[in-house]
Every structure is written in structure tokens, then in C-alpha cells.
């Protein structure tokens, strides 16, 4: 007579077997979600670094180095920058016999001269002068330039050229040091949580400066021990509890920087934005490590979250489509680096009643039927002119696959920061407004529009 139950050792060892896979799909689904985020152009990167140190050694040394006497600093720097990346910063160290010549009220004249210095040598190069820093600009991001004289502690002075003039004090060698070191004894899940954390901010729009996302990770990781020696397989709980963490700090001003103590202002709270994610986060962990799981961490982290394996096999067989996917996206056109705030809305007009506020129908749980215009504007915006706005409308659903009318296509405004719309048929429709400066997303907003 046979046992109709497995042996308890085989039971195990297939619990154990199981285990090990659903590690090892996790494990695999972060590291490529990882690999999707490294900057893909660092050597074009390098090679502007190199240029500018050269025009600036030029002047300044009567030298021709490419590398001596600049600090590449920032997220850059701090080696927790991302594919997309906008902002770059370079310190470049003056000789110390040239403080006399700038020390007494000359601030600008040392930003002035540096601007000049990088258009001797790049005369066609888009340079200006801002308050404290020289700013080139390029194709596809700019760089910060700032002149700097190093202290004996190893901290800079750097001009600032506001009411007047005076010299500040940055401290970027300690805040690299606290990252770097931290990083290491987390096992490399500092730099990791960082990365993600800024895939998450530009997928749902969270303006968060690159040295407070850092700061608020370091912190967080600083403070437990779950994840001192795991590697990928543990990073959606980091992710996990990290938004946890963030949806639970108090709303503060500013933080601390790791290292210099700098302070880190806080533009705009991120709270409620962080429990949205957390929640998300909580699905995508009770989803385990198949289709279902990717799809939720994807609503996480965006685009660079790699896709389910049998979803790509399913997608290449598929050759004959009976629709058109027209979607665009916008990071395939720009950098995105979300920085400010963008909010959305639109009114409602539909025959025999007054003109309404989608989101306020949305919250009081009003249906949207067909055959309204509806019209999305700007309610709110703190990206300082000059800027480019564009807008995004995109149908789903079976009916839209069915009608052929996906759209999706990535249109500039026509001047008014308005988009007219009608409600032609049911089901999920999106729309999405991005805002550009200098050729990068810095802000961006989304609304859904459910038809019934």
C-alpha cells in the first residue's frame, strides 16, 4: 500500500525548491530593473567634465589637464544618479593666489570670468551666469559650474553673487564619504534604494531634489539593520518599507545632509505620494514573482521595470495586431527630472447641468458619461518661466483596442495650457501633462478619466 501524502522530506525540499525560485525571479526581476537605470552615455558625460576642466585649467593654470583641479560632484558624483539624468555639477578648485584677486566683493566677477574662460575655448557653447554657479547648456543636459576655494578641512568656499556678494561653504568630499561608506556597509543596497527611489519620483511626479532623496534613503537605512548583507531579492521590501518610512517621517522644512550637516529643503511634502507607493509596493510583494508582480512593480518604478517573460513571448507572436499601438512616451523623447510641481484638473461640461471639476466629480463619486467636453487645464504650477508644456491622451480598454483609438501621442500645447476633450465612449482614459525646461521633464501630472 502507498502513501497517498508526499514524504515529508520531499515536502521540504520542494518548499525549499519553490523558495529558491520565487528568490531567484526576484533576485533577477531588481537586477535588470537595476541595470535598466544606468546612465547609458556616461563616456559623452566624461568627456564634457574633461572639456570644461581643460578651458578652466587653461585660463586660471596656463595648463592643458583634463582631470586636474575639478570635483565631479551632485547625484553624479555621489554615484546615485540614473539613465536621464539632467543636472550635472563640476567644483572647479581656483588657485589659492587668485582668492585676493576675488575675496572683496568680486563674486560675480569670478562667475563672470569662468563664463568667459569656457567661451574661449567653446564659442558656440550655450553659457550662462546664475546666481552661484556658471551653467553650460547642451543637447541633452547642462552642467553646473562652480568656482571654489578649498579650505584646510578639506570644505569649499564658494561665491554667491545675491544681495550683494559673500562667500558660502560646501562640504560635497563628506557627503560622498557618508554615501560611499554607508553604501558599503549595506551591501551595496544604499546606492541601489537610491536609484530606485528616483525611477519612483519621476514616474509619479514627486519633486524631490537629488541630495534629498539621498539624504532621506541614507537616513532610512542608517536607521535599520534589515538589509545590511541582502542583495537584490530583498529590494522590493526595502523599496517596501522605505516608502513606508517616507509616508511616516514628519512633514519638516529641511533635513541634514549625511556628512556636511548641509541643509536639504524640502520644496514640496511627499508624504502622501509615499503612502500611494507604499500601498503599491504592498501589492506587487502580495503578487508574488510572475506576470502579476511585474505588472504591479511596473505602476512602482515605471517604464525600466523590466516586463514579465511570458508577457514578451505572448507580445512577439502576436503578428497580426488588430489595433495600433500609437503610444508615446515621454522619456523616449527627453530627460526626466522631476524637480517642480505640476497639478492638473478639468472642467466638465456636460447638457443640462454646470460646469463642474472632474476631480471633485471623482471624489464624490459622480458618474462621467459619454458625450461631455471636457477641458484639462493648469490649476497650479511652480516652474519658473520660460517653460514648454505638453500633454498626453490615452485610451484603454478593450473599446479603444476594438475602435483602433488608442492614441497616446506625446502634443505641444497650442499657447493656452489647455486641452479640449470630448467623452466619446466608455471605459479608462489617462491624461498626462508634462512640463519642460531646457529640454528636461521637470514636472508632470496625471488624471484618470473613467467613463461610464
Same mark, same amino acid.
Given at each position: 500500500m502507498y502513501d497517498t501524502e508526499p514524504a515529508i522530506g520531499h515536502q521540504i525540499e520542494g518548499e525549499f525548491l519553490a523558495a529558491d525560485r520565487a528568490s531567484s525571479s526576484t533576485s533577477s526581476m531588481f537586477s535588470t530593473f537595476i541595470s535598466n537605470l544606468v546612465i547609458p552615455d556616461r563616456g559623452v558625460i566624461s568627456d564634457r567634465y574633461e572639456e570644461i576642466t581643460a578651458a578652466l585649467n587653461k585660463t586660471f593654470r596656463d595648463t592643458e589637464s583634463k582631470t586636474a583641479n575639478s570635483l565631479q560632484v551632485g547625484s553624479f558624483g555621489r554615484s546615485t544618479a540614473i539613465k536621464g539624468v539632467s543636472d550635472l555639477d563640476l567644483l572647479y578648485i581656483m588657485p589659492v593666489l587668485k582668492w585676493d584677486e576675488y575675496r572683496d566683493g568680486k563674486q560675480l566677477k569670478l562667475l563672470q570670468d569662468v563664463k568667459a574662460a569656457i567661451l574661449k575655448r567653446y564659442p558656440k557653447t550655450k553659457v550662462r551666469v546664475d546666481r552661484l554657479v556658471v551653467t553650460v547648456s547642451y543637447t541633452d543636459f547642462h552642467m553646473e559650474v562652480q568656482p571654489v576655494f578649498e579650505q584646510k578641512d578639506e570644505s569649499f568656499q564658494y561665491p554667491?553673487?545675491?544681495s550683494g556678494g559673500s562667500w558660502k561653504t560646501t562640504k560635497p568630499r563628506a557627503e560622498m564619504d557618508a554615501i560611499s561608506n554607508l553604501d558599503e556597509r549595506k551591501n551595496g543596497n544604499l546606492r541601489r534604494l537610491c536609484k530606485?527611489?528616483?525611477?519612483?519620483? $519621476?514616474?509619479?511626479?514627486?519633486?524631490?531634489?537629488?541630495?534629498?532623496?539621498?539624504?532621506?534613503?541614507? $537616513?532610512?537605512?542608517?536607521?535599520?539593520?534589515t538589509f545590511d548583507s541582502t542583495s537584490f531579492t530583498s529590494c522590493g521590501q526595502m523599496a517596501h518599507d522605505f516608502f513606508e518610512y517616507l509616508e511616516n517621517e514628519p512633514k519638516k522644512d529641511r533635513y541634514a545632509a549625511p556628512g556636511s550637516a548641509q541643509h536639504v529643503k524640502v520644496k514640496t511634502p511627499f508624504q502622501s505620494k509615499a503612502k500611494k507607493a507604499r500601498k503599491l509596493a504592498e501589492k506587487a510583494l502580495g503578487g508574488?514573482?510572475?506576470?502579476?508582480? $511585474?505588472?504591479?512593480?511596473? +505602476?512602482v518604478f515605471g517604464r525600466e521595470f523590466p516586463a514579465a517573460e511570458r508577457a514578451k513571448v505572448a507580445l512577439k507572436s502576436d503578428s497580426v495586431p488588430q489595433w495600433r499601438d500609437t503610444e508615446e512616451f515621454i522619456e523616449d523623447s527627453y530627460p526626466v527630472d522631476i524637480r517642480y510641481t505640476v497639478k492638473i484638473d478639468c472642467e466638465v461640461v456636460q447638457s443640462g447641468f454646470r460646469p463642474n471639476s472632474l476631480r471633485e466629480m471623482l471624489r464624490g463619486k459622480f458618474p462621467l458619461v459619454r458625450g461631455n467636453q471636457l477641458t484639462f487645464n493648469i490649476a497650479s504650477l511652480d516652474v519658473p518661466q520660460p517653460y514648454e508644456v505638453k500633454w498626453k491622451v490615452l485610451n484603454r480598454g478593450d473599446k479603444a483596442r476594438r475602435r483602433d483609438e488608442i492614441r497616446g501621442e506625446?502634443?505641444?500645447?497650442?499657447?493656452?495650457? +489647455?486641452?479640449?476633450?470630448?467623452?466619446?465612449?466608455?471605459?479608462?482614459?489617462?491624461?498626462?501633462?508634462?512640463?519642460?525646461?531646457d529640454g528636461v521633464?521637470?514636472?508632470?501630472d496625471r488624471i484618470h478619466v473613467p467613463v461610464k
Open positions: 554667491d553673487t545675491g530606485m527611489g528616483r525611477a519612483w519620483k $519621476n514616474q509619479h511626479g514627486v519633486p524631490m531634489g537629488g541630495l534629498l532623496l539621498d539624504t532621506l534613503a541614507y $537616513n532610512f537605512l542608517n536607521s535599520v539593520v508574488g514573482t510572475g506576470a502579476s508582480a $511585474n505588472k504591479k512593480w511596473k +505602476k506625446v502634443v505641444s500645447d497650442a499657447g493656452y495650457q +489647455k486641452r479640449v476633450e470630448r467623452t466619446s465612449f466608455t471605459g479608462e482614459h489617462v491624461v498626462d501633462c508634462y512640463i519642460l525646461k521633464v521637470v514636472a508632470k
